[in-house]
């Protein structure tokens, strides 16, 4: 049953993406050469969102709906390692034009070219975890 839900919150999530235009080539184009604010407001909103949902977790002690706590462990120090992260990330997500979430939603709406992109995306993800043990984190 609770696979269902999730199946229902991914489809409204995909719908909220398509509608708002986040999932768009144009938009995300406009974005990295800051020429609309559109993007920025749309990522923006969803930090801010992500910062109180966090810190209400934090100082309620919410439960997860299996009923355990919800524990967030500190994340580890190294400003080098998010900078290089981010870097990689932005420019993939320049390049394929859509971050790992907006590739299903264009799929979904009949962009069919998405499929390269995605498939390119599996076998990253692959040879990452191939590599990982190898990598300093």
């Known amino acids: 049953m609770r696979s269902i839900i999730y199946l229902g919150i991914g489809i409204f999530f995909g719908i909220v993406l398509f509608k708002s235009e986040a999932a768009s080539w144009f938009r995300i184009y406009e974005m990295f050469q800051f020429a609309s604010f ?3 407001g749309i990522i923006g909103s969803a930090v801010g969102l992500g910062i109180i949902v966090i810190q209400l977790i934090k ?3 919410m439960k997860s709906f299996y009923g355990e706590h919800i524990t967030i462990d500190p994340k580890n120090k190294g400003l080098s390692r998010y900078i290089l992260g981010g ?3 932005g420019l993939g997500w320049a390049l394929a034009g859509a971050c790992p979430g907006p590739m299903f939603v264009l799929l979904g709406s009949g962009y069919m070219p998405i499929i390269i992109v995605i498939l390119a995306s599996v ?3 692959f040879l990452y975890g191939l590599v990982k043990d190898k990598l300093p984190h």
Do not use: A, N
């Open 59 to 61: 100082k309620y002690k």
């Open 123 to 125: 076998l990253g993800t």
């Open 38 to 40: 559109h993007m920025y």
């Open 87 to 89: 870097i990689i990330f």
